[in-house]
């Protein structure tokens, strides 16, 4: 399911900025934003509206254009749109093969510890719910009883939240019933929150869920969602640390980072966001 957190054409662009700020070729350079552009954009583009997307002229774009139909990298329709090529689609597969979610998002976990002073856990959704694959442990002491294994609540926690929200309902509801054996999950008689439907919407609509002093007392959480290409869920990034140091707002700097960490792993993963 894909997400409806607000994402920037610009996303792409800044991924290559590290790249780029290396001694390269600059006509490859423009090249590059050409194909930065058409992913950004999602969908066929003619040459004025593709040359407008990177910022240059279409007399400058027409020749890089040129050079990546012939090897392949992009292709173009009746309409003389251009899309991506045989020779894309063929490394955009090579790449997927090699994909591990777990590997892939070491580099944030570690850079969001780092930079946040906070715990990071990574979750997968298991046999049994949302698990949590990876834990990188804030230096600060924390009381909270979680561990890589512990699963989740789908409905009690914010990590769980964030994968009820973007799995289907059929899936949803055949995990919901095994809710007692879950961390902070549901008793076995338990009744889902009148607002449950509402919050996972929500969560949609923002792409982040927040937890603070609930499950735990003093402890919050930020959890955000990263998608994979086919716009499914592949995995939760939260932020734990003392509810005292939080800011709670989605659209604080907290959450901010957090947001752009799920939105580069999400890239890497394959996903656009085309609306």
């Given at each position: 399911m894909q997400s409806e957190f607000p994402a920037s054409p610009d996303d792409s662009v800044s991924l290559a900025s590290d790249a780029k700020a290396q001694r390269g070729i600059n006509a490859l350079d423009s090249t590059g934003e050409l194909l930065l552009a058409l992913v950004s954009a999602g969908r066929p583009l003619s040459l004025r509206d593709l040359a407008a997307a990177a910022g240059m002229p279409a007399a400058k774009a027409f020749p890089h254009l040129v050079s990546l139909l012939k090897v392949g990298l992009l292709s173009r329709d009746d309409s003389g749109c251009f899309d991506a090529g045989p020779l894309s689609m063929e490394l955009g597969l090579i790449a997927l093969q090699r994909l591990s979610p777990t590997r892939d998002a070491e580099p944030e976990i570690a850079a969001l510890a780092a930079d946040t002073g906070m715990s990071v856990a990574a979750a997968t959704l298991g046999p049994l719910g949302?698990?949590?694959?990876?834990?990188e442990e804030s230096t600060r002491p924390q009381h909270?009883?979680?561990?890589?294994?512990?699963?989740?609540?789908?409905v009690n926690t914010a990590i769980g939240r964030v994968f009820a929200a973007h799995i289907s309902d059929d899936v949803l509801a055949g995990l919901l019933p095994q809710e007692a054996i879950r961390l902070a999950g549901l008793p076995a008689a338990g009744a889902l929150p009148a607002d449950y439907r509402t919050r996972l919407a929500e969560i949609r609509k923002i792409g982040i869920d927040h937890a603070f002093d609930a499950p735990v007392p003093g402890i919050g959480t930020l959890a955000a969602p990263v998608f994979d290409h086919t716009g499914s869920i592949r995995l939760v990034i939260a932020l734990i640390g003392s509810s005292g140091n939080f800011d709670r707002s989605p659209q604080g700097e907290i959450a901010q980072q957090l947001l752009a960490a799920t939105r580069r792993l999400s890239w890497r993963f394959g996903w656009v966001n085309c609306g």
């Open positions: 949302p698990t949590v694959i990876r834990l909270v009883s979680l561990r890589v294994g512990t699963v989740m609540s789908l």
